[in-house]
């Protein structure tokens, strides 16, 4: 199994505060990547990471951040959580240049009341 | 633009019976990498295939096997003598790009598959 860790597992928060998930790999992949899945709609790329300090947008970025100061930690910020952001959260980690597939963490679901 | 459509919302077979699901592709690259996930009731995404847009022959491993049909951008999943242990969702996810690059992946809706004693 890939050493992807995600924290919370759970989380139920109100609506207008931050939160923040945290991913941490043991794998010293370079790629590291945040999606959100709800239903009818698999799973959705929020951002990605492709090293150090260097990430990027994906398809639902809107109302989220992210930050990696070292490359075993990659941090998904939600500013002020909407109700709309309840969902499961997946990290995922690939090495990209040999083995192209990406391997998931076990998944944080937020609740935003 | 990529993207994946899995038309089964829900499928639900007997015990043993073999089953089939779809995954229809679209990309304007010519080379592209697609991938069959389980995502078993526990939650974890476990990963099961990958297949690279030059890479045309099927595979079989085990009671699985994968047809990937460039002609009609198809990548379906057969489950032979399916089991209880089968059910699941599975997800069928396109990436585009070069070697090296952050691959980020599109995935279908997904496909319930409830495998009945």
């Known amino acids: 199994d890939a050493g992807i860790t995600q924290s919370p597992r759970h989380k139920v928060t109100e609506t207008g505060t931050p939160v923040t998930l945290r991913c941490h790999q043991t794998e010293n992949h370079r790629y590291m990547y945040w999606y959100r899945q709800d239903p009818g709609h698999g799973l959705r790329l929020i951002h990605y990471s492709y090293g150090v300090k260097d990430t990027d947008k994906g398809e639902v970025s809107d109302g989220y951040s992210v930050s990696r100061s070292k490359t075993e930690d990659f941090l998904l910020t939600l500013e002020s959580a909407t109700s709309s952001q309840t969902s499961v959260y997946f990290c995922a980690i690939s090495s990209g240049d040999s083995a192209y597939e990406q391997y998931f963490g076990p998944g944080t679901r937020l609740t935003v009341t | 633009a990529q993207k994946v459509t899995q038309a089964q919302t829900e499928i639900s077979v007997v015990e043993k019976e073999d089953v089939t699901l779809d995954c229809v592709y679209e990309?304007?690259?010519?080379?592209?990498?697609l991938f069959w996930y389980k995502q078993p009731p526990s939650g974890e995404l476990v990963f099961l295939i990958r297949?690279?847009?030059?890479?045309?022959q099927n595979e079989i491993s085990g009671r699985y096997s994968w047809n990937f049909q460039k002609s009609t951008s198809s990548f379906n999943f057969t489950i032979t003598a399916s089991q209880v242990v089968d059910s699941a969702v599975y997800f069928c996810a396109l990436s585009e790009g070069v070697s090296g690059s952050a691959r980020q992946l599109t995935f279908g809706s997904g496909t319930q598959l409830t495998v009945l004693p």
């Open positions: 297949r690279n847009s030059f890479d045309e």
């Open positions: 990309t304007r690259d010519t080379t592209y990498y």
